[in-house]
């Protein structure tokens, strides 16, 4: 029972943290794409992808060392903290090398703000490692904290430069800045993480090789991961334009409505994890929590594919209304990948990684092939469709080869029913979709 108790508690705690960075996407989506062009939303988004890109790759995935070791070897998180945030700061640096290569077409322009780049990689990234190091020392509290301040910071400092000064996307990148900023001072501040950091504490090579041992096979893993969420991106700005790239960043921001569930559990549900490998009794535990947690998303997912055209109405202003058609596919490739994290941490918290590697490449090249043969066919809604098949290959990866570390009990007749439901209703929801039109 303690462990129950202990994973309700974390989520709580990750619901208040998770709710105050998502208030943020939903009031800021009116306000960027009412004030921001498609191309310019287009960058906007680009800009996330390749951060998103190069962190795991540029500090090669050490913050969830970091995280990993400090909660099963309290004694030393001074070493794991240390070596994990010279490594995140060396990226930065690393990052200041590869600048000329943004001037390359398939970022879209991200080029003429190289400058702007290098300051959110670097908040960005500093911001995740210290949250990771939060949630290894358990200081969950502190991690409410940041993302209530740094969500303030940001709602405040975008309706000022975008909506006030009308700063376009330069007053996009100083909210974005601002926001990450404030974060990471919460955490050096008020969480004094900073007392850990020692660069004499960075000599211990037995440490610095069991830590890459644990993360280096999570490089290719975040690499290809990335490649499944993100690479349709630069398909889409190489083959329909930068602008096509706007239209499909504001209807992927819909299906971000069921982070509210997934990021929070998923936080908690890693950290549950982790305590739990080694228990006796874990089979009876992984089943029970991802019985009631896919309950829940098949349940959010079909609502939310049912009232994606009223939800887009809200969320999306101007031009980008039109893409709430895209909306329903997209939310089935979410539900997929929300599925394939709670499979995922199953391989992390039982240290056994190289087979994430081997998912997330399968995913990745069918994401590649997909997208190269269905965008050109189908337009955006090709990368849709690219998105969804290949996180359902690592989805049915998973599931099956997760039975070799932990023996979850489902009904594969079920599954496959769910299924099924999903899909007729995303047919149906589109092919009635002028109805929601004319209705609302």
Not at 104 to 129: D, H, M, N, T
Not at 304 to 318: G, Q, W
Request: aromatic share 16%; hydrophobic share 55%; with cysteine.
């Amino acid at each position: 029972m303690k462990k129950y108790i202990e994973l309700f508690k974390n989520i709580g705690l990750f619901a208040i943290s998770n709710f105050a960075i998502k208030i943020v996407t939903f009031l800021l989506i009116p306000l960027y794409t009412y004030y921001l062009s498609t191309v310019e939303y287009g960058i906007t988004d680009m800009l996330s992808t390749v951060v998103y890109l190069l962190i795991p790759i540029l500090t090669i995935s050490l913050s969830d060392a970091t995280l990993r070791f400090c909660i099963e070897d309290p004694s030393n998180k001074n070493t794991y903290i240390s070596i994990g945030f010279f490594v995140t700061i060396a990226s930065i640096f690393i990052v200041c090398l590869t600048l000329p290569l943004l001037d390359l077409s398939i970022f879209g322009g991200l080029g003429e703000y190289k400058a702007w780049f290098v300051l959110c990689y670097a908040v960005i990234s500093l911001q995740l490692f210290f949250s990771n190091v939060a949630r290894g020392i358990n200081q969950v509290s502190l991690i409410v904290i940041s993302s209530v301040i740094s969500s303030a910071v940001n709602i405040a400092s975008a309706c000022l430069f975008i909506a006030f000064f009308r700063a376009g996307i330069s007053g996009f990148f100083i909210s974005l800045f601002l926001g990450n900023l404030t974060g990471v001072l919460v955490y050096l501040i008020k969480g004094k993480q900073y007392r850990f950091i020692k660069l004499s504490s960075c000599r211990n090579r037995s440490i610095i090789k069991t830590m890459c041992q644990y993360s280096l096979p999570l490089v290719p893993n975040a690499l290809f991961w990335w490649i499944t969420q993100s690479l349709n991106r630069f398909f889409i700005s190489a083959l329909l334009g930068i602008s096509a790239v706007g239209f499909f960043a504001a209807a992927s921001r819909v299906p971000s409505i069921m982070r509210l569930v997934t990021g929070v559990f998923e936080q908690a549900w890693n950290l549950s994890a982790f305590q739990e490998a080694k228990s006796k009794d874990k089979n009876q535990f992984y089943t029970t929590i991802f019985r009631v947690y896919n309950s829940s998303l098949l349940m959010i997912t079909s609502l939310l594919i049912i009232f994606s055209y009223p939800i887009s109405t809200f969320l999306l202003k101007k031009s980008f209304i039109s893409a709430w058609v895209y909306i329903p596919i997209l939310l089935l490739s979410f539900y997929y990948s929300s599925v394939n994290s709670f499979f995922g941490s199953i391989y992390t918290a039982s240290l056994k990684t190289k087979f994430l590697f081997v998912t997330t490449f399968a995913g990745a090249a069918v994401c590649l092939l997909t997208n190269a043969l269905l965008i050109p066919l189908f337009g955006l809604q090709g990368a849709c469709v690219a998105s969804c098949l290949s996180n359902f290959v690592v989805c049915l990866m998973r599931m099956f080869d997760s039975r070799r570390i932990v023996k979850i009990s489902y009904n594969i007749f079920t599954v496959f029913l769910s299924q099924l439901f999903l899909i007729l209703l995303i047919v149906v929801h589109l092919q009635v979709g002028n109805i929601f039109v004319d209705f609302f």
